[in-house]
């Protein structure tokens, strides 16, 4: 089932903007992690957050984690046309050592 | 370093006949290892997990079926393909602590025809 959910499902801005994308989730987590997908490619891993963690940074990327809203969101800054790709939440929850659960991404389209 | 292999990258086949997917993954000892699918322009659906040789744990009922013949190869099939079992394959893997990050294959790109 998929339990995440990305907003906006699509988002187009201009490079050198910053791209915020949220997802929300229904049930208690262990951690959260985002993952970046180009176009007929595999998935790529980009960042974790525990659930005992409220922000966390990698490069351009900076992640929160809201686990009273159940809710994380996604900033790019400075964003670039490299960026352009789906991205997708998942999140490892109370109850299964061995699944993520995934929500449906949201497309982001960096234009020049 | 590890790595995922999946082959191969794009398979056109008619409806009702067998498939094969492969999946290897060096660099790691006693993976879970993951079958996704992807709808066109939709997020992931797991298929099948298996934490260890012979174990296998199915998530959704359909005519695929997945087996773990060696520790690091996981492979996908089905008997007699549908219209419906188009769609882009993932293979991934996971380390055995919980639940962390998980690394993906590139894919394979099936369609029934």
């Known amino acids: 089932s998929q339990q995440g959910e990305e907003d906006p499902q699509a988002l187009s801005i201009q490079e050198g903007e910053n791209a915020t994308m949220n997802c929300s989730y229904k049930?208690?987590?262990?951690?959260l992690q985002w993952y970046r997908q180009n176009s007929g490619r595999g998935l790529v891993h980009l960042i974790l957050?525990?659930?005992n963690e409220r922000e966390k940074h990698s490069g351009r990327l900076r992640v929160t984690l809201d686990t009273s809203k159940k809710s994380s969101s996604l900033l790019i800054t400075a964003s670039r046309a490299a960026d352009t790709a789906s991205y997708f939440c998942a999140t490892a929850t109370m109850d299964s050592n061995y699944q993520l659960i995934w929500g449906a991404g949201t497309k982001l389209i960096i234009k020049p | 370093s590890q790595t995922i292999h999946q082959w191969p990258a794009t398979l056109v086949q008619p409806v009702g006949s067998p498939l094969s997917l492969e999946c290897t993954v060096e660099?790691?000892?006693?993976?879970?290892l993951y079958w996704y699918r992807q709808a066109a322009g939709r997020g992931l659906q797991l298929l099948f997990y298996s934490v260890g040789i012979g174990q296998i744990s199915s998530e959704v009922p359909q005519n695929l079926s997945a087996s773990r013949p060696q520790d690091r190869q996981f492979i996908l099939s089905s008997k007699k393909l549908l219209l419906s079992d188009s769609g882009f394959y993932l293979c991934?893997?996971?380390?055995?602590?919980?639940?962390?990050?998980?690394?993906f294959g590139p894919g394979t790109r099936l369609t029934v025809t």
């Open positions: 991934a893997w996971g380390g055995v602590q919980g639940v962390r990050e998980q690394y």
């Open positions: 957050i525990r659930s």
């Open positions: 660099g790691t000892s006693n993976p879970n």
């Open positions: 049930t208690s987590i262990n951690n």
